[in-house]
Nanobody, 120 residues
């Protein structure tokens, strides 16, 4: 069973930085997983923030592109999200997601979420 544990959230001031980490346990070869960060603000739907594929291709929400950077360390089974130039609108619960494709199956796993609060 795959488990994802997020860390690094908390309180930051606008213009500041935070780094989120997600460490995976269980499952097979982490290097083949597509890893993503999502977030959900109160009263809003969960939205994709950033994704990094097994080949290190990345994709970002237009809301964070140029401010956030996603990276992965396959040896440590870790995905990180460096968040710079934070804005109050970035306040949300952030979730780590793993997409594991083992043909013909696909499985999705979520972390428990971690709070990020940005004060103005």
């Amino acid at each position: 069973q795959v488990q994802l544990v997020e860390s690094g959230g908390g309180l930051a001031q606008a213009g500041g930085s935070l780094t989120l980490s997600c460490v995976a346990s269980g499952g097979d070869d982490f290097s083949f997983w597509t890893m993503s960060w999502y977030r959900q603000a109160p009263g809003r739907q969960r939205e994709m923030v950033a994704t990094i594929a097994s080949g290190y291709n990345t994709d970002y929400s237009h809301l964070v592109r140029g401010r956030f950077t996603i990276s992965r360390d396959n040896a440590q089974k870790r995905v990180s999200l460096q968040m710079d130039s934070l804005e109050p609108e970035d306040t949300a619960v952030y979730y780590c997601k793993a997409q594991i494709r083992t043909y013909p199956f696909s499985s999705t796993y979520w972390g428990q979420g971690i709070q990020v609060t940005v004060s103005s």
